[in-house]
T-cell receptor
């Protein structure tokens, strides 16, 4: 089983639609969770952290379910500029350099269509 | 502005040549640099972790004699792909962090796209 699994998509949605991405992780000892965005041929960029209580940043809502080892990202009112690949990312517990090692999912590609 | 620079941004080379990729932290000391590789439609896979002044730690399946990593200073880490072959064609990205900063604050280089003919 892969450490971080995502539906690769692609998700093709019209502008204004709501779209949800899911992710599961295998290491129950994982401590921190994030969604990154990666545009084509670019480096990944942090979109938002994910907390058990759920967190929202504008049109983006992230949720973590530790019991199910499941992470979600909801995008409301999709914009053309949201077209990108969304990466589910996990950090382990611990200290030292190893605790900074990000584990990436394969990513879910989103295309927002006019 | 950019916190981590990476050069070159793209390179095309013949099979059998060696390619050096440099990552520099621009305004802080990077004691650790992570090197990732990303094949098309795949996730970023950690190749190795370099630490200033010591040997790099390689992930399982990554040949240390083929992917030479040098982290001789606190602001520069290099990855050399020796005797590159077409299967090494990929997107290589480095990342690092500031000591004491939140772990989610990591800085990525812009990546190097390598095409081996």
């Amino acid at each position: 089983r892969k450490e971080v699994e995502q539906d690769p998509g692609p998700f093709n949605v019209p502008e204004g639609a709501t779209v949800a991405f899911n992710c599961t992780y295998s290491n129950s000892a994982s401590q921190s969770f994030f969604w990154y965005r990666q545009d084509c041929r670019k480096e990944p960029k942090l979109l938002m952290s994910v907390y058990s209580s759920g967190n929202e940043d504008g049109r983006f809502t992230a949720q973590l379910n530790r019991a199910s080892q499941y992470i979600s990202l909801l995008i409301r009112d999709s914009k053309l500029s949201d077209s990108a690949t969304y990466l589910c990312v996990v950090l382990p517990k611990g200290a030292g350099a190893g605790s900074y090692q990000l584990t990436f999912g394969k990513g879910t590609k989103l295309s927002v269509i006019p | 502005g950019a916190v981590v620079s990476q050069h070159p941004s793209w390179v095309i080379c013949k099979s059998g040549t060696s390619v050096k990729i440099e990552c520099r932290s621009l305004d802080f000391q990077a004691t650790t640099m992570f090197w990732y590789r990303q094949f098309p439609k795949q996730s970023l896979m950690l190749m190795a972790t370099s630490n200033e002044g010591s040997k790099a730690t390689y992930e399982q399946g990554v040949e240390k004699d083929k992917f030479l990593i040098n982290h001789a200073s606190l602001t520069l880490s290099t990855l050399t792909v020796t005797s590159a072959h077409p299967e090494d064609s990929s997107f290589y990205i480095c990342s690092t962090y500031r000591q004491g900063a939140p772990r989610e604050t990591q800085y990525f280089g812009p990546g190097t796209r390598l095409l081996v003919l």
